[in-house]
């Protein structure tokens, strides 16, 4: 997936965060072309457990901002947000008869990009 580096974008990326792809998505679909304000009070009124880590890479990505580009956290809005799987950890748990089952403990890698709100 070919991602549009612009030169007022900023991210920020958590890797190898222990929570299942498709349940972060659920989250990060939620904040997606939100602004930052609005994005975070989702965030904290969300019932998933992933949505603290996602509000800790949203935060980073506007302290990016302000501290390398000098963004205003106010005119931030969400551009790009996405979640990539990671590697899975493979476990085995003990069954009947002497078999074994496989429990695939899944990771995911959490991006939000944000830029400055377009006044048009």
């Known amino acids: ?3 549009s580096d612009n030169a007022s974008h900023v991210s920020a990326t958590a890797k190898y965060v222990r929570v299942a792809p498709r349940k972060a ?3 990060v679909d939620q904040i997606r072309n939100k602004s930052v304000a609005q994005a975070v009070e989702i965030l904290q009124f969300s019932n998933r457990a992933v949505a603290v880590d996602v509000e800790k890479v949203l935060r980073s990505a506007v302290a990016n901002a302000y501290e390398n580009k000098g963004f205003r956290p106010d005119d931030l809005v969400i551009v ?3 979640v990539d799987e990671g590697p899975t950890l493979k476990r085995i748990r003990p069954r009947a008869k002497g078999s074994a089952s496989r429990i695939n403990k899944r990771t ?5 990009t944000v830029a400055p709100r377009k006044e048009a």
């Open 1 to 3: 997936m070919k991602h």
């Open 108 to 112: 995911s890698h959490i991006t939000v």
């Open 80 to 82: 790009e947000s996405y």
């Open 25 to 27: 998505r659920l989250v």
